[in-house]
């Protein structure tokens, strides 16, 4: 069956153990030189898969049903609410509240949750008319394709960036540092190169591929490609880094096992991607333009996990600070108020994109732009770490682990000195190794770069904001002051005076005048 079938109603919503078992797909996914069979199985990933499994789950218990899912009229299913297509300013925010839902079960640490991934697959279909107009047929595959991640609810994954060889080099000089188009044939088109860096690659269904805002321009045609694939395509091999949920020392690691998306490597060994996968080719200006418009709900959505990131790290460094007894000075409730201030502009910024949002050609409504909040976050996203370090100091490194605490011969001295203010030992330590965990170990570290780069080049967005902002009222009102003649220190005369400020004040607002 083809994307193409439009018979096909897919399987609906998944649950936990659909979703675990279709991991075992035959892919080809390496970790420490091992190849990995069942990562749903393997202790690298299964909390992780437990974790999305539970939260599928969810969308089927009848307290968050309608808040989670919604009916396609053209099929009768429930589906999972994030892929639906907003069209009205409701719905764009029942998407907001059950995103708002699924981040707050994962405390904002799904960067690349199935909730943000299904909202750019809303933003490809949006944008199927120009794939269509630019070569017929293209945009009808990205509507099959829509279609088939909705109504299969499938876990997707997204690859933009080029592997990091020499940034100083065009592809057009070394083939090896972009994914290429190597050939057409009647079948598709095949592909070699690679992608980085592919989160969550290791527990999704399929990967999307197209190209971020650093790479959309290209000189050579041949790198301009947007496909989707199964992960199990023949010639797809995903490479994942080291994970970051180990329990060697007796730490339990709640947040790096539960939350790990896992980063990965994709290489393309002449994959072949059947015509009805690929939504765009060798269309330079195109990949440009059309990278903000599918990305248009997913920069929404990524404002909803990290507003509730943001509020997660104020909730630890207030409970950090109120058991060691400093939540009552000065400068940590300042740095308390500058975290809560951080928090409560993503509402802001929220709200604004709702209060722009713009009805698209296919008569969708998009959130409004939201670029210079992008660039605001990745500002503040070190400096929102670094206040619960500050706070937590020295205790984020040394807290006993389990086993200490089970030592009879350490028992009463931990009780003695590492206690905190009305909190015993055994609960501090729990409570400084999750903020350690926020913010000082490898999965800290990974969630702090996470922030500062999947944004895009903060530099460039920056200069983009610079380019496109509209300065020509004021330009023009202090160009005219720059070349007025009149002479500022000339006397104004009575009849000046008459038709001046306070002429206009009298007529337009009277009340003030009495």
Not at 95 to 106: D, G, I, L
Not at 241 to 246: A, I, N, Q, T, V
Not at 340 to 357: I, N, P, Q
Not at 365 to 393: C, F, H, M, N, Q
Request: charged share 25%; aromatic share 8%.
């Amino acid at each position: 069956m083809t994307l193409l079938d439009t018979t096909d109603t897919g399987r609906g919503l998944l649950t936990a153990d659909r979703y675990r078992a279709e991991l075992d797909d035959g892919r080809e996914l390496y970790l420490d030189g091992k190849r990995i069979t069942d990562p749903a199985g393997h202790p690298a990933f299964k909390p992780a898969a437990d974790e999305i499994g539970r939260l599928l789950d969810l969308q089927h218990h009848p307290d968050h049903r309608d808040l989670l899912t919604w009916e396609d009229p053209a099929t009768g299913q429930r589906l999972a609410r994030a892929y639906q297509p907003p069209r009205t300013v409701e719905e764009l925010r029942v998407q907001r509240r059950s995103a708002e839902f699924w981040h707050a079960e994962s405390l904002g640490q799904h960067g690349r949750s199935p909730a943000f991934m299904a909202s750019i697959a809303v933003g490809l279909y949006d944008f199927r008319h120009q794939l269509e107009r630019a070569r017929t047929g293209f945009g009808t595959n990205a509507e099959a394709w829509y279609h088939h991640t909705s109504r299969n609810d499938l876990v997707l994954s997204h690859a933009l960036g080029d592997p990091q060889i020499d940034r100083s080099t065009d592809p057009v000089d070394d083939p090896d540092l972009a994914l290429r188009v190597l050939s057409e044939n009647e079948r598709g088109i095949v592909v070699r190169g690679a992608k980085q860096l592919t989160t969550l690659a290791p527990l999704a269904h399929e990967v999307l591929v197209y190209l971020s805002a650093s790479f959309a321009h290209r000189r050579g045609e041949q790198f301009v490609v947007w496909f989707a694939l199964p992960l199990n395509t023949p010639g797809l091999v995903t490479l994942c880094r080291e994970p970051l949920g180990s329990n060697p020392w007796g730490h339990a690691h709640p947040l790096g096992a539960r939350f790990d998306e896992q980063d990965a490597m994709l290489f393309f060994d002449d994959v072949l991607v059947p015509w009805d996968r690929v939504f765009l080719l060798r269309e330079s200006e195109l990949a440009r333009t059309g990278l903000g418009r599918i990305n248009a709900w997913s920069a929404y959505i990524g404002h909803v996990r990290y507003r509730e990131r943001l509020r997660t790290l104020l909730a630890t460094a207030t409970l950090v600070a109120e058991s060691i007894g400093v939540d009552g000075f000065r400068n940590i409730q300042e740095d308390l108020g500058t975290l809560a201030g951080y928090a409560e502009l993503t509402e802001y910024f929220l709200d604004a994109a709702e209060a722009r949002a713009t009805v698209t050609d296919s008569g969708l409504l998009a959130p409004g732009d939201t670029a210079a909040s992008r660039v605001w976050s990745a500002e503040v996203a070190g400096k929102a770490v670094d206040i619960v370090r500050g706070i937590g100091a020295s205790g984020l490194l040394m807290q006993p682990t389990a086993n200490d605490l089970a030592n009879p011969r350490l028992r009463p001295h931990l009780d003695r000195y590492m206690r905190g203010r009305g909190i015993d030992a055994e609960h501090k330590s729990r409570l400084f190794r999750l903020a350690w965990e926020l913010t000082g170990d490898g999965f800290g570290q990974r969630q702090d770069l996470y922030e500062f780069v999947h944004r895009g080049d903060l530099a460039r967005n920056r200069i983009n904001l610079y380019r496109r902002y509209d300065q020509s009222s004021v330009r023009e009102r202090l160009l005219s002051l720059i070349d007025s003649p009149a002479d500022p220190a000339a006397p104004v005369t009575p009849a000046d005076t008459d038709t001046g400020a306070d002429a206009v004040l009298s007529t337009t607002t009277p009340e003030v005048r009495k």
